[in-house]
T-cell receptor, first 111, second 117 residues
């Protein structure tokens, strides 16, 4: 079993749709959680850090459920520009600098 | 402020040659990371520096790969006797530090696209 697992996708949604991605992690000592987006042939860019109370940034909402060991990302009112691969990233302090990346979920928003 | 920068942005080399890739982290970031991403694949962790020290080098794919960091700033990743399977994008990231919540957020550079002919 992978340490971080994401919905494999791809997700193909129309503009304006609401879409949710889930990510599960196996190490209960995990302490930091992030969502990044990666556009084709570009570097990952931080989308959101995920805090235990959940956090929102405009159309994006991230939630953390430590009991069930998953994080989620909700995108409301999808835009064409949201088309990208979304990476779930989990850190735990004893892992000597090694973040654990999910394989990514690809989202395509269509007109 | 300035983000993570990497050079060169593209490098084409012949099999068997050595290459050196450079990363300039965000000023004040003590932690620095190198990753490799092959076309269509996920990120592969290579090595991490805290200050100028790399606690664990086991992520480096072979002994042809080495990395160093000086002055708690710039880092270089060196690949000796390059092979075609080394072709990939090499990404560098930095964070304030490692191991503490809120300070371990990584910011990535644009990467170096390496092509070995």
């Amino acid at each position: 079993r992978k340490e971080v697992e994401q919905d494999p996708g791809p997700f193909n949604v129309p503009e304006g749709a609401t879409v949710a991605f889930n990510c599960t992690y196996s190490n209960s000592a995990s302490q930091s959680f992030f969502w990044y987006r990666q556009d084709c042939r570009k570097e990952p860019k931080l989308l959101m850090s995920v805090y235990s109370s959940g956090n929102e940034d405009g159309r994006f909402t991230a939630q953390l459920n430590r009991a069930s060991q998953y994080i989620s990302l909700l995108i409301r009112d999808s835009k064409l520009s949201d088309s990208a691969t979304y990476l779930c990233v989990v850190n735990y302090a004893t892992n000597a600098g090694k973040s654990t990346f999910g394989d990514g979920t690809t989202l395509t928003v269509k007109p | 402020g300035a983000g993570v920068s990497q050079s060169p942005s593209n490098k084409v080399t012949e099999k068997g040659k050595d290459v050196e890739l450079r990363c300039d982290p965000i000023s004040g970031h003590t932690a620095l990371y190198w990753y490799r991403q092959r076309l269509g694949q996920g990120l592969e962790f290579l090595i991490y520096f805290q200050g100028n020290s790399a606690p664990d080098k086991s992520g480096l794919p072979s002994d042809r790969f080495s990395a160093e960091r000086t002055g708690e700033s710039v880092s270089t990743l060196t690949i000796q006797r390059t092979q075609q399977e080394d072709s990939a994008v090499y990404l560098c990231a930095s964070s304030l530090e490692w191991g503490r919540v809120h300070t371990d957020t990584q910011y990535f550079g644009p990467g170096t696209r390496l092509t070995v002919l």
